[in-house]
């Protein structure tokens, strides 16, 4: 099993910046993907961002240019770091962790809120 711990979140105004932290522990496999997942209101999660083990990365078209993932493998934790905020990223951002030992496991966070509002 593995536990997934955010921190980070919270109100800014547009154009604002926020930092979203995931820690992980437990049963963690050296080869994963970690990542940041969104859901607003009425709509379906999305993927926001991810990052591989070896560093290879995969954004939304709606956040690239403005969003920064980063992971350090060592502590595992992954970091989202978001600039440039618009009302539209409003939502609640769930930390993910993704490997595969003979089949696919996910594994969620309890989820952040992010409020960008003037």
């Known amino acids: 099993q593995v536990q997934l711990v955010e921190s980070g979140g919270g109100l800014v105004q547009p154009g604002g910046s926020l930092r979203l932290s995931c820690a992980a522990s437990g049963s963690i496999f050296r080869i994963n993907v970690m990542g940041w997942y969104r859901q607003a209101p009425g709509k379906q999660r999305e993927l926001v961002a991810a990052?591989?083990?070896?560093?290879?990365?995969n954004y939304a078209d709606s956040v690239k240019g403005r969003f920064a993932i980063s992971r350090d493998n060592a502590k595992n934790t992954v970091i989202l770091q978001m600039n440039s905020l618009k009302p539209e990223d409003t939502a609640v951002y769930y930390c993910?962790?993704?490997?595969?030992?003979?089949?696919?496991?996910?594994?969620w966070g309890q989820g952040t809120q992010v409020t960008v509002s003037s």
């Open positions: 990052i591989g083990t070896s560093d290879n990365t």
């Open positions: 993910n962790l993704m490997q595969v030992i003979g089949r696919r496991y996910d594994y």
